[in-house]
């Protein structure tokens, strides 16, 4: 089959890739000049079926309205945005119940093992390198009762191949020595031996290139103004003076995919949820981490790629804004310095880059994947927090089903029929 792609994200070229390892030619489109422009970026770095949980636990309710309006926070709900917010904002807080909220939980665990399966596959027959490291995840904690409380969706993972061992503050800190400079904070930790870390961004890019090789044609610069639907069957796209036809079309279009989706008659319940993030030369700090580390209490993650650290986080409800604001930057930064001083200090001595970038996340927690209402239209779409976590078990499943393949997991909760129950 001909298929086009719109996006070339780390969804959307991993989805060209296994269409056209399956056989199809395959061309896609994106308006940026190069692959992992947007949200693909510069994000944690982090493949982590560890944090499966979507963002909507039970009790988020009170933390938000806690945070309104506070720059500084780690989670902030500009209250501008509190209009826009009705349709999908009720629909996060509505399933937010601890039944939806466990139930979302194991889809995504479900999917994230069978992504990291995947991205290990492909690994081994690419031979593809996007400074990786296999080490897995140590959550560390504070207070005992956000300990509890990941422990509790942990062990709701448990059966679903997400291993996990949890730690006092002793063997947490023999773990991982690095942090002794923080021993007073901590009073233990989960460690994950499962996930793993790398460059989104580098991965993407380095993908595109084998993709191009295997006869993948790309287009960049190129925006898709319009999805043409005559009679409930897709026909065309429309770029810059052109209408492009194929036998089927994939919108992987991240933060874009709402509005094509809308141009063919559909709804996706997508939000752009803002996050940061900060990267540092490693050269300098005298005492990095080797295991990456998330602090959800400070919502920041800290993750070494190659010769240079990655902090990630804050979460904010702000639109489609991607204006870089320094206040919000530094609030990652200041975060993963209370957990690392010696960070800080490394943090003055040389120039770190500040970057933003909006995460695609539906009401409920996981992807939207597959087939649409549209004969011909297939979606990869809204993969929140764990878009490079989900990319080849998504792309994997997408590409089965354009193909007429059975999906190696069941689509309920994952598909866009699942809003219309
Ligand atoms: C701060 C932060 C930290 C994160 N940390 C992690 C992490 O540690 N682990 C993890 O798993 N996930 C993480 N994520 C989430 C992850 O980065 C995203 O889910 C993922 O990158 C989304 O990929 P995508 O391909 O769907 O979208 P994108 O990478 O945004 O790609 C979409 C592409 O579509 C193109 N496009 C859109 N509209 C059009 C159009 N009309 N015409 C042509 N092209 C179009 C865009 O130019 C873009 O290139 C993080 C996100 C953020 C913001």
Redesign the pocket.
Same mark, same amino acid.
């Given at each position: 089959m001909r298929i086009i792609v719109? $996006?070339? $994200?780390?969804?959307?070229?991993t989805t060209a890739w296994y269409l056209a390892r399956d056989g199809h030619e395959v061309t896609v489109?994106?308006?940026?000049a190069r692959?992992?422009?947007?949200?693909?970026?510069? +994000? @944690?770095?982090?493949?982590?079926a560890s944090?499966a949980e979507p963002w909507n636990a039970p009790g988020v309710v009170w933390q938000l309205l806690r945070w309104i309006g506070r720059e500084d926070s780690p989670l902030l709900l500009r209250p501008g945005q509190i209009p826009r917010l009705v349709g999908w904002g009720l629909g996060f807080l509505r399933n937010s119940t601890t039944a939806r909220f466990e139930r979302h939980t194991a889809v995504n665990a479900a999917l994230a093992v069978y992504s990291l399966q995947q991205l290990q596959e492909l690994r081994r027959s690419t031979g593809i390198h996007y400074d990786e490291a296999q080490h897995g995840i140590l959550k560390i904690f504070h207070d005992q009762q956000a300990m509890d409380g990941t422990r509790h969706s942990s062990d709701l993972m448990a059966p679903l191949g997400v291993r996990h061992s949890v730690l006092d503050s002793r063997q947490t800190i023999a773990l991982e020595p690095s942090l002794e400079e923080s021993r007073e904070q901590i009073i233990g930790g989960i460690y994950y031996p499962d996930d793993e870390s790398g460059d989104?961004r580098l991965f993407?890019e380095r993908l595109a290139a084998l993709a191009e090789h295997e006869g993948v044609g790309f287009r960049f610069g190129?925006?898709?103004?319009n999805v043409e639907v005559r009679n409930g069957r897709w026909r065309s796209v429309e770029i810059e003076h052109e209408r492009l036809e194929a036998d089927a079309c994939v919108i992987? =279009?991240? +933060?874009?995919?709402k =509005?094509?989706a809308a141009q063919a008659g559909m709804r996706l319940p997508i939000y752009p949820?803002?996050?940061?993030?900060v990267t540092l030369p490693l050269q300098g700090w005298r005492n990095p981490p080797t295991i990456p580390l998330i602090d959800d209490a400070r919502k920041v993650?800290i993750?070494l790629l190659g010769d240079r650290i990655r902090l990630? @986080?804050?979460a904010e409800f702000a639109g489609y804004d991607t204006s870089l604001h320094t206040r919000r930057a530094a609030t990652v930064l200041r975060q993963a310095a209370s957990v690392y001083p010696s960070l800080g200090a490394h943090a003055e001595q040389c120039e770190p880059a500040y970057?933003?970038?909006?995460?695609?996340m539906t009401m409920d927690g996981p992807p939207i994947l597959g087939p649409s209402p549209v004969d011909g239209l297939y979606l +990869?779409?809204g993969?929140?927090?764990?878009?490079?976590?989900?990319?080849c078990g998504c792309s994997r499943i997408v590409a089965d089903v354009v193909g007429g393949r059975e999906p190696a997991l069941n689509l309920d909760g994952m598909n866009l029929q699942r809003f219309r129950r």
């Open positions: 719109i $996006g070339a $994200g780390v969804l959307g070229v489109l994106d308006q940026a692959p992992g422009e947007e949200t693909s970026f510069a +994000n @944690g770095g982090l493949l982590h944090h989104a993407t190129t925006t898709v103004k992987a =279009a991240g +933060n874009g995919a =509005a094509l949820v803002k996050g940061y993030s993650v993750t990630a @986080g804050t970057w933003t970038g909006l995460r695609p +990869n779409a993969p929140g927090h764990l878009g490079w976590t989900f990319a």
